[in-house]
Nanobody
Framework: VQLVESGGGLVQAGGSLRLSCAAS????????IGWYRQAPGKQRELVAV???????NYADSVKGRFTITRDNAKNTQYLQMNSLKPEDTAVYYC???????????WGQGTQVTVSS
């Protein structure tokens, strides 16, 4: 199974982007889907997650600006990013956790650059 990301790019501060992550096959027994990001010189951090029960959780730094969603019919998850800030600049990775091996799937990453 591959997770293919798209939607990254260069945007001015205050702008918006929508990231997409499409799974090449159906993943069964999903525990959670999420988005992470990694800025240069920093550790990868959780941005947003949806649990199997539908509850969402966001990093404090993106609350009120980012929204995570999933279209099960399309096996695709999204991250809508509004009011972008230069500190949002990072490589963004989608992630799916399953109860079935190999348990964790990662996208290849997409660069988001926010200019001031």
């Amino acid at each position: 199974v591959q997770l293919v990301e798209s939607g990254g790019g260069l945007v001015q501060a205050g702008g918006s982007l929508r990231l997409s992550c499409a799974a090449s096959e159906i993943i069964f027994s999903i525990n959670a889907i999420g988005w992470y990001r990694q800025a240069p010189g920093k550790q990868r951090e959780l941005v947003a997650v949806i649990s199997s029960g539908g509850s969402t959780n966001y990093a404090d730094s993106v609350k009120g600006r980012f929204t995570i969603t999933r279209d099960n019919a399309k096996n695709t998850q999204y991250l809508q990013m509004n009011s972008l800030k230069p500190e949002d600049t990072a490589v963004y990775y989608c992630n799916i956790e399953s109860h079935i091996a190999p348990y964790v799937y990662w996208g290849q990453g997409t660069q988001v650059t926010v200019s001031s």
